[in-house]
Every structure is written in structure tokens, then in C-alpha cells.
């Protein structure tokens, strides 16, 4: 017969491990769920960045870079481009540019905006959990990001100048805070394409 002690003992220990197993297949149930969901993300982002909108916007951009008429506007960008513009003597020597040869960006500024915004939202994805390092490195691992980083960055800063000081000139500091996380998108993806190269080494 039993020693009813050992029964006791034995009781806890087996109600112990069948939640410590229920835990385990619940955790990787979630774990299986959260990577179908942002598989489809991933799918859904990506589906963005093949759309005939977002050729169209890559090609008005490129051709716009081409344009002879934009060869030093477009010279002083990729100068400063990327997180440079966090440098106010950066932006000091664009404006300053831009006084003396007013460049139109009317014509591109949907293009603009389309392929902006395609990377910062892929980024606000990443810092929102949604989508983990590894994911996020898949959506940026595109031809485009380097636009992002080299004009439609500097664009964007440009496009929107309206913080001013007291004496009419533009506020820079105001408009490296306003810009921001665009500065830290162009260095998430340069850190992105960094981890791609040594997962590829390794």
C-alpha cells in the first residue's frame, strides 16, 4: 500500500509540471501566432512597395535626380544626406542654397511623400512591436531605402521650413527636432543592413 505521505508529495509536483507543460504549448502557440501575423504583415508591407503607385513614385524620383537642371541641388543633398541634416550646418549651407536658387519641389512631392512615408511606416511598425529587427530588415532590404536615406529625407526637411525665429529665419533646431525620427529611420536601416551582412557571414 501507498505511504499516503508520498501521495501528498507526489500530488503538487504532478499539478506543478502539467502547468509548467500547459505554459509551454500556450507559449509557443503565441509564439507561432505572433509570427503568422507579422509574416503577414511583412507580406502586406511589401505588397505596398510592389504597387504601380510606388514604381511610379521611384521612377519620377530617379528621373528627377537625372534632370541637369537639378545637378546641384541634388549635388548638396547627397552632401548632407542622412543623418548629417541632424547637423545644423548642414541645413544652414541647404538653405542657404535654396535662397539663391529656389528649387521646385512641387513636382515631385507626391512621389516624395509616397516613398517617405512607405520607410517610416515600416519603422513605426518596429518601434511599435509589431514587427521584430529581423522582419523589419526584410521590408527596407529594397533599392529604394537608399533614396529615403539620400533625397527623400533632405526633401522632406526642405518641404516643410515653417519653423521660423523672431527675425524670419528658419528655426533649424526646431526643424532637426520635427524631423527626427526620420534621422533615426535612415540609422535603424543602415543598423538593419549591417545584421543582414553578418547573418549572411555567419
Same mark, same amino acid.
Given at each position: 500500500?501507498a %505511504?499516503?505521505?508520498?501521495i501528498?508529495m507526489i500530488?503538487? #509536483?504532478a *499539478?506543478?509540471?502539467?502547468?509548467l507543460i500547459?505554459? $509551454?504549448f500556450?507559449?509557443?502557440?503565441a509564439r507561432?501566432n505572433r ?5 503577414? !504583415?511583412?507580406r502586406?508591407?511589401?505588397y505596398? $512597395?510592389s ?6 513614385a521611384?521612377?519620377?524620383?530617379r528621373?528627377?535626380m537625372h534632370?541637369?537642371?537639378?545637378a ?9 544626406n542622412g543623418h548629417?541634416?541632424?547637423?545644423v550646418?548642414?541645413?544652414?549651407? @541647404?538653405?542657404s542654397?535654396l ?5 521646385n519641389?512641387? %513636382? ?8 517617405? #512615408? $512607405?520607410?517610416?511606416?515600416? #519603422? ?7 514587427l521584430?529587427s529581423e522582419? #523589419?530588415s526584410?521590408?527596407v532590404?529594397?533599392? *529604394?531605402?537608399? !533614396? ?6 533632405? !526633401?522632406t526637411?526642405l518641404?516643410h521650413?515653417?519653423f521660423?525665429?523672431k ?6 533646431g526646431?526643424i532637426?527636432e %520635427?524631423? @527626427? @525620427?526620420?534621422?533615426n529611420?535612415i540609422?535603424? @536601416?543602415?543598423?538593419?543592413k549591417?545584421?543582414s551582412?553578418?547573418?549572411?557571414i555567419?
Open positions: 500500500m %505511504d499516503p505521505s508520498s501528498l500530488g503538487p #509536483f *499539478g506543478a509540471t502539467a502547468a500547459a505554459t $509551454y500556450a507559449w509557443r502557440s507561432a509570427k503568422m501575423a507579422e509574416a503577414n !504583415l511583412i502586406q508591407v511589401i505596398e $512597395y504597387s504601380l503607385e510606388m514604381h511610379a521611384l521612377r519620377q524620383i528621373d528627377w534632370d541637369p537642371e537639378n546641384e541641388i541634388i549635388s548638396l543633398i547627397r552632401r548632407h548629417k541634416l541632424r547637423h550646418s548642414s541645413l544652414q549651407e @541647404i538653405f542654397f535662397r539663391t536658387a529656389p528649387v519641389l512641387r %513636382d515631385i512631392d507626391n512621389s516624395r511623400r509616397t516613398v517617405h #512615408f $512607405y520607410f517610416l511606416n515600416s #519603422f513605426k511598425l518596429l518601434k511599435s512591436g509589431y521584430d522582419a #523589419f526584410v521590408t532590404d529594397v533599392a *529604394g531605402a537608399q !533614396l529615403f536615406a539620400d533625397v527623400t529625407t533632405p !526633401l526637411v518641404a521650413p515653417e521660423k525665429n527675425s524670419g529665419e528658419p528655426n533649424f526646431k532637426v %520635427d524631423n @527626427i @525620427i526620420s534621422f529611420c540609422e535603424a @536601416i543602415e543598423k538593419a549591417q545584421n551582412i553578418l547573418r549572411k555567419s
